[in-house]
DNA sequence: GACCAGGCACATC
DNA sequence: GATGTGCATGGT
């Protein structure tokens, strides 16, 4: 049985408001920000997302073309960064060599094959995969992360470990398939994280304690 | 100085 | 399948 998802979203967007999130001026950043976010902070993204926009290589070609070591000095803020480094070339060969580079082009290939496809390029794990479907190529796909868990278990509509397909499935069958109401869910739910929902032993005063939904 | 932050791949049991 | 580890920076 599905909780009632849409009420908690409802109560959510009462009292945080639209979040419209994920800021991003084209769709590659948006998909460039969503690598380089991987187990970081917003911030440090933020400042190597500058840094690459500053050096003229925020474009499919330039980053396609650029060395890997030459990338990661490029995106050094943002941390893991050589790893993230080759996350992004893997990322960009696909997007050129498969579409041209063109994040139209591949906006425009199915759903049931775009996110096999993405989850095949090395480095792009479930999460990262379903933010740049939501965000950047605008797919109405639920993002599931760690705030996810945390907040969902924290306020009872789980209980115990959900793989991600599992609570990305219980997600998609509770509530309706449209893309704004994901992206402003999960912005909801990343804003709920940072001011409430903090990991222990810090979650004080929980100011969505009338937030609690009962039911699974 | 410890802890945290929009994860993922890979090795091992 | 579940669990552990490496990757690295910047803010609190």
Redesign the pocket.
């Known amino acids: 049985m599905a909780p009632d998802l849409f009420a908690f979203y409802e109560r959510l967007f009462k009292h945080f408001g639209p979040q419209g999130?994920?800021?991003g001026d084209t769709p590659l950043e948006v998909a460039v920000?969503?690598i380089l976010?991987?187990?970081?902070?917003?911030?440090?993204v933020a400042?190597a997302i500058t840094r690459l926009k500053q050096a003229g290589l925020l474009s499919a070609p330039a980053l396609y073309a650029l060395p890997p070591a030459e990338l990661?000095e490029h995106i050094?803020?943002?941390?893991?960064?050589?790893?993230?480094?080759q996350?992004l070339k893997n990322f960009l060969a696909y997007l050129m060599e498969g579409y041209g580079g063109s994040m139209r082009q591949l906006a425009a290939v199915p759903l049931a094959q775009l996110r096999p496809e993405l989850?095949a390029?090395?480095?792009?794990?479930?999460?990262?995969?379903d933010?740049i479907l939501l965000?950047a190529l605008e797919k109405p796909v639920f993002?599931v992360?760690?705030?996810t868990h945390r907040i969902f278990s924290r306020h009872g509509l789980i209980a115990g470990?959900y793989?991600?397909d599992r609570l990305q499935a219980m997600c998609h069958a509770a509530l309706p398939r449209d893309l704004v109401l994901f992206q402003e869910f999960?912005?909801l739910l990343?804003r709920t994280?940072?001011e409430c929902c903090?990991?222990?032993p810090?979650c004080h005063t929980c100011p969505l304690a009338a937030l609690e939904v009962t039911g699974i």
């Not at 976010?37 to 440090?44: A, E, K, M, P, V």
């Not at 050094?76 to 480094?85: L, T």
């Not at 390029?121 to 995969?129: C, L, Q, S």
Request: charged share 20%.
């Open positions: 999130w994920w800021p920000g969503a976010t991987q187990n970081t902070n917003w911030q440090n400042l990661a050094r803020p943002a941390g893991y960064f050589r790893v993230k480094a996350r989850l390029v090395n480095g792009i794990g479930p999460e990262t995969a933010s965000y993002v992360d760690a705030y470990p793989a991600y999960h912005a990343v994280g940072k903090r990991p222990r810090r």
